[in-house]
């Protein structure tokens, strides 16, 4: 991504998934930055939530984990599907991350266990304003992505129902009656 700001242009990097997340976004988006500076360089790295952030920076303080495998990491998994990894210690998902081989995820995962408070933490507060239910709701609003509305629309109708549902399945029904009633 670029960000224009008074008529100079500055580089974001940015986990795949989300292009697709903000294609059907509005005029501004919010994004939450860590600058990265290295002799040779300086690099931007941008995140739509807190939580990738700071998963973001607990991954990049992990010795042979630098910030291109972190931004690999959360562009092909959630926060919650790695702390699953990390409780399972199982590495195979880990292990289809680009640049990321058997041996290094075993090593992740074993400094990550010793942070597995936090990095709970973190996965939890995925939704603003929502401590326990981050993951369902990812989960819900991605299903109405598949299921042909906007990511804008279906960020909003779960966002609306959020209080009310317990499961992912729950969120969809109500938000499909949200949606269906606003004529989409």
């Known amino acids: 991504m670029v960000l224009e700001c008074n008529g100079v242009g500055y580089e974001i990097l940015v986990p795949k998934n989300m292009q ?3 294609s059907d976004a509005e005029d501004s988006v919010v994004l939450h930055t860590h600058l990265n500076v290295r002799p040779e360089s300086q690099n ?3 995140f739509l939530t807190v939580a990738e952030r700071d998963m973001f920076r607990i991954l990049i303080n ?3 984990i630098g910030p291109s495998i972190a931004l690999n990491i959360l562009s092909e998994m959630q926060i919650s599907d790695l702390v699953a990894c990390v409780k399972l210690e199982d590495t195979k998902p880990l ?6 081989g058997k041996a290094t995820a075993a090593k992740l995962l074993i400094e990550l266990s010793s942070k597995i408070h936090h990095v709970a933490e973190v996965a ?7 401590t326990t239910t981050g993951s369902y709701l990812d989960d ?4 109405l992505v598949v299921m042909g509305f906007s990511n804008r629309e279906a960020r909003s109708a779960v966002a609306a129902v959020r209080d ?7 969120a969809i ?4 009656g949200i949606l269906g009633s606003t004529g989409t």
């Open 20 to 22: 697709h997340q903000l």
């Open 44 to 46: 931007l790295y941008g």
């Open 62 to 64: 992990i010795s042979s």
């Open 95 to 100: 292990q289809k991350v680009p640049r990321l």
């Open 124 to 130: 939890q507060t995925n939704i603003p304003g929502n």
């Open 140 to 143: 819900a609003r991605e299903a």
């Open 164 to 170: 009310q549902a317990e499961t992912a399945e729950h």
């Open 173 to 176: 029904r109500l938000a499909l």
